[in-house]
């Protein structure tokens, strides 16, 4: 084994299950430092996933939590600058576009560190989300961008980003391949919810744009009602908590047909989306993982990253219109094709294999 070191960041929900192949990969090749930046913490958004999908044990906890953005980021920044000093990587590590992401990337481009960006190249072109300020940002500050697919790499080509640009498919579809035949994902997970397989749909709401604004979560919850078939709503904290906080609990109350979940684990959120009749979301990574299963997603949002779900059929762009809501829901579209546009399943491999050789080289 190569004395190699790879410092890989993680702290949001999604970095966890796109670590969980990655992580394994590396290991395979080199040696991982793995730094958890606590952007996550209750145990149901983070030590679940750690345990359900066997990622080792953060190396580095670094605790930093909930906070403005501008406050969140720059404590992470700072802690991920002391970790790098010390610990001097040959390169670090971030996936997709959160706070942590960003903070990962920032500190250790000024270092001189070469950033690795998994999930690289994905654009809404709405620069009022903040995820699309972190992946524009870190993309621009990675010496290796890893794209799910084709779009990705023009979306950089378009920006100027041609070098150290790999397509290599999808991580998540990884982590599904690896986890998804799982007993605690299998078919008896819809009726131990108290629904029946292909008669509910799966909700998630948690982006800033639907949960922080109480007219757009009251009109989601409106659409949810209008579906009138069962609705599985697993509430991120952020929307539990702005629920309460916008006094919409009643209305939650008043939807018969809407249950209301604390955050699922991973394997059982497979086992929830692989039966559902639709999955309605804001999620990115959740969209993709509905067209892997075949299961239609109806999307609460405007734009998606994921373009090729949309233009093959199986997505439906809907934002917060109750009544797109519930048409898309009730009369899903289920197009004939489902082309693998997110790869093999092996992304995490040919990642591991081209860090290691560029690493090398440089
Ligand atoms: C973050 C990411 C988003 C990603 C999502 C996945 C950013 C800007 N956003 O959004 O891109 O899709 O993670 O879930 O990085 N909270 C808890 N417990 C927790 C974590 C959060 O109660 O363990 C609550 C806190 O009130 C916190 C709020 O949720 O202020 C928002 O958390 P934050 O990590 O800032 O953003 P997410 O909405 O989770």
Known sequence: MSAMRILSVVGARPQFIKAAPVSRALRQRCHEVLVHSGQHYDSAMSDVFFEQLGIPAPDHELGIGSGRHGEQTAAMLAAIEA?????????VLVYGDTNTTLA?????????VPVVHVEAGLRS????????????????????????????ADNLAAEGIRKGVHVVGDVMLDTLRLFAGHEAAGS?????????????HLATVHRAANADDPDALARLIEGFERIGEPV???????????LAEFGLAPAVERAKNLRVLEP??????????RAAKTLLTDSGG??????????????????????????????TLVGTDPDRIAQASLHPRRPSE?????????????????????????
């Open 83 to 91: 970790l790098l000093i010390d610990l001097a990587p040959d390169a």
């Open 104 to 112: 990962g990337g920032l500190a250790a481009a000024k270092l001189g």
């Open 125 to 152: 072109f709405n620069r009022a989300m903040p995820e699309e300020i972190n992946r524009v940002v870190v993309d621009h500050l990675s010496e290796l961008l890893f794209c799910p697919t084709q779009v990705a």
């Open 188 to 200: 008896h997970v819809p009726a131990a919810f108290g629904v029946e397989p292909g008669r509910y």
């Open 232 to 242: 599985l709503w697993a509430v991120h904290p952020r929307t539990h908590a702005r």
């Open 264 to 273: 699922v684990p991973y394997l059982e959120t497979i086992g929830l989306l």
């Open 286 to 315: 959740m969209q993709k993982e509905a067209y892997f299963f075949g299961v239609p997603c109806v999307t609460l949002r405007d734009e998606t990253e994921w373009v090729e779900t949309v233009e093959l059929g199986w997505n």
């Open 338 to 362: 489902r082309p693998p546009v997110y790869g093999d399943g092996h992304a995490a491999e040919r990642i591991a294999d081209v860090i290691v050789t560029h690493l090398r080289e440089r």
